[in-house]
């Protein structure tokens, strides 16, 4: 067979099964990669002059890959800090009571996100209504108190209407294992297909999480390959599969 040229480019996107649900995809991501740890055991030749080994023995220890996400979802966040996310549907909040220390400048955050849209009220735990820019500015995520203005010790109530939202509880669980999916391409070949499946994984907390600064953030995750015993037949990898047009 004549030798061709079959460099290689992947894009396409990566999809995640949690548990045997859907296939959904992770959406942007700038990396997907995997490494291989050998357990190596050598027999040394000790039955003439100038060493050397009788016999070697290779086991992979670990698989691990590593996934590098630019989509910061609550469900790609809940993957790098081991999370669980819940869907907040719009409605009003009526009353919401937050203590205050009484002194200007504190910041006093909703228990939602809020809709700006929408009118937001703030008033003092006896009904006496606060005036914005007054009493208090708005923030993204809640109220700023101003030096001078009426809110003191006592606190306040908060009116206002939750903007639809994804909330991320992190650290609450185990540990899911997801099956993986590249819907890839072959950008260097015309965008000949390239399909990778791996069975099994469990994702690592990471190790590192950009939140704040002046570059794109980044959600880099690993994750080990595990052993799937559901898949069985001669010469089938019980790890992952790789096939690809040529």
């Known amino acids: 067979m004549a030798y061709r040229e079959f460099s290689y480019i992947g894009v396409g996107q990566v999809y995640l099964s949690a548990d045997g649900g859907p296939l959904l995809t992770v959406g942007n991501a700038s990396a997907l990669s995997f490494s291989f740890d050998e357990e190596k055991k050598t027999q040394k030749d000790y039955t003439s002059p100038g ?33 669980a996310v819940t869907d907040i549907t719009a409605a009003a909040v009526t009353d919401e009571a937050h203590d205050s220390a009484g002194v200007g400048g504190e910041l006093i ?12 009220t703030v008033t003092l735990d006896n009904a006496t209504p606060c005036v914005e820019d007054t009493d208090y500015e708005l923030t993204p995520n809640g109220i700023l108190t101003i ?3 009426n809110i003191d010790a006592n606190g306040v109530l908060v009116s206002y209407t939750k903007a639809v939202a994804e909330q991320l509880e992190a650290l609450v669980d185990a540990g899911t294992e997801f099956k993986l999916f590249f819907d890839g391409m072959n950008e260097s070949q015309n965008g000949i297909s390239s399909a990778i499946t791996l069975h099994r994984i469990k994702f690592s907390p990471a190790q590192g999480l950009q939140l704040l600064g002046d570059d794109y953030g980044e959600i880099p995750i690993e994750f080990e390959v595990l052993s799937d015993a559901t898949q ?10 790789l096939s690809q047009t040529i």
């Open 51 to 83: 060493g050397g080994n009788a016999n070697s023995l290779s086991r992979i220890d670990n698989f691990t890959g590593s996934l590098n996400m630019i989509d910061y979802t609550a469900a790609n966040l809940a993957l790098a800090l081991r999370g």
């Open 147 to 149: 030096e001078g203005g």
């Open 109 to 120: 955050p909703f228990d939602f996100n809020y809709d700006p849209d929408i009118a937001v």
């Open 232 to 241: 069985v037949g001669a010469g089938t990898s019980k790890f992952f599969k």
